[in-house]
């Protein structure tokens, strides 16, 4: 007789595999004693020795059944076993989950701050541009402004008395050769002009006494002190009295006797050095 067995997990499988092994045990207990009664010691019929043959085949059964019990067991409990790890294994996996969902909205928050930013940075950068736009023409237009006025001090420096030529020399060498290919830039520029428009000015604005030596009216050259009222006018008084006036032309000063103001230049030397009283003295002025 063959015996099919069904794993189940419920609790009606369970009822029906008990009574079966009831069954099967009460029958396996009537055989028992059956084979343990006093055999006759007269031959067997054939009728005789059929209900041994059940009773082996029943006994067969029940070790079968109680063997495919036993795997039974040991598969729900294998079931159930895996059962708890995967639970576990699960209630790991769901905590990655929410780990790796924070991580995900925390990069995407960061994603979106960063693109805030770039946003911001674009348009930084835009008017960063313009600015520099604006910039680049407002250097432009100043080293245009400087250039012409690097061309104007070359030409008031042409005009200026000779040791105020001496003294901005340093700066005057300083002004470009060409300003389209020189690699100093517009605010030295503007600030050696300044410094030589600030010195003439103050030199436009001072009386200034200079030994020099001029060529008089005899030709010789001779040490004379010369009188210059700014950078537009100048007198002029030999040792012998010989007296004139100078003025700035284009390609320098141009000096001219005149014996008529010795005694006038004399006296206004001597007034600068604290020689005379203060007093009004009436000198020649030419105006261009």
Same mark, same amino acid.
């Not at 001090?153 to 042409?158: M, Q, R, T």
């Not at 300083?174 to 428009?197: C, H, M, W, Y």
């Not at 003025?247 to 004399?266: M, S, T, Y």
């Given at each position: 007789?063959?015996?099919?067995?069904?794993?189940?997990?419920?609790?009606?499988?369970?009822?029906?595999?008990?009574?079966?092994?009831?069954?099967?045990?009460?029958?396996?207990?009537?055989?028992?004693?059956?084979?343990? &009664?006093?055999?006759?010691?007269?031959?067997?019929?054939?009728?005789?020795?059929?209900?041994?043959?059940?009773?082996?085949?029943?006994?067969?059964?029940?070790?079968?059944?109680?063997?495919?019990?036993?795997?039974?067991?040991?598969?729900?409990?294998?079931?159930?076993?895996?059962?708890?790890?995967?639970?576990?294994?699960?209630?790991?996996?769901?905590?990655?989950?929410?780990?790796?969902?924070?991580?995900?909205?925390?990069?995407?928050?960061?994603?979106?701050?960063?693109?805030?930013? *770039?946003?911001?940075?674009?348009?930084?950068?835009?008017?960063?541009?313009?600015?520099?736009?604006?910039?680049?023409?407002?250097?432009?237009?100043?080293?245009? !402004?400087?250039?012409?006025?690097?061309?104007?001090?070359?030409?008031?420096?042409?005009?200026? =008395?000779?040791?105020?030529?001496? &003294?901005?020399?340093?700066?005057?060498?300083?002004?470009?050769?060409? =300003?389209?290919?020189?690699?100093?830039?517009?605010?030295?520029?503007?600030?050696?002009?300044?410094?030589?428009?600030?010195?003439?000015?103050?030199?436009?604005?001072?009386?200034?006494?200079?030994?020099?030596?001029?060529?008089?009216?005899?030709?010789?050259?001779?040490?004379?002190?010369?009188?210059?009222?700014?950078? *537009?006018? !100048?007198?002029?008084?030999?040792? &012998?009295?010989?007296?004139?006036?100078?003025?700035?032309?284009?390609?320098?000063?141009?000096?001219?006797?005149?014996?008529?103001?010795?005694?006038?230049?004399?006296?206004?030397?001597?007034?600068?050095?604290?020689?005379?009283? =203060?007093?009004?003295?009436?000198?020649?002025?030419?105006?261009?």
């Amino acid at each position: 007789m063959k015996t099919t067995i069904h794993t189940s997990t419920s609790p009606h499988a369970w009822r029906s595999f008990a009574c079966f092994l009831i069954v099967a045990t009460a029958g396996a207990t009537a055989q028992e004693a059956a084979a343990t &009664r006093p055999v006759d010691s007269k031959p067997a019929t054939a009728a005789a020795s059929r209900p041994a043959l059940d009773l082996a085949a029943q006994t067969s059964n029940l070790r079968d059944a109680r063997a495919a019990m036993g795997k039974w067991i040991e598969t729900q409990q294998i079931i159930s076993r895996e059962r708890k790890d995967w639970q576990q294994s699960k209630e790991i996996l769901a905590g990655r989950v929410d780990v790796v969902k924070q991580e995900a909205s925390s990069l995407e928050e960061k994603i979106r701050t960063a693109e805030s930013a *770039a946003a911001d940075a674009a348009k930084k950068k835009g008017e960063l541009l313009a600015e520099n736009d604006k910039l680049k023409e407002q250097a432009a237009a100043l080293a245009t !402004a400087v250039t012409g006025m690097e061309a104007d001090v070359k030409k008031v420096l042409k005009r200026v =008395p000779e040791f105020i030529a001496v &003294r901005l020399k340093p700066l005057a060498s300083r002004i470009p050769e060409d =300003p389209a290919t020189t690699k100093v830039s517009v605010a030295e520029r503007f600030q050696n002009v300044l410094g030589i428009l600030n010195d003439l000015n103050k030199a436009n604005n001072e009386l200034t006494v200079n030994f020099e030596v001029r060529n008089l009216a005899d030709g010789k050259p001779s040490e004379v002190r010369v009188l210059y009222v700014g950078l *537009a006018q !100048a007198y002029y008084l030999s040792a &012998r009295g010989e007296s004139g006036t100078g003025r700035p032309g284009p390609d320098g000063w141009v000096w001219e006797p005149n014996p008529a103001i010795a005694a006038d230049v004399l006296k206004t030397l001597e007034i600068i050095q604290g020689k005379h009283k =203060p007093a009004f003295v009436p000198l020649p002025v030419k105006f261009q």
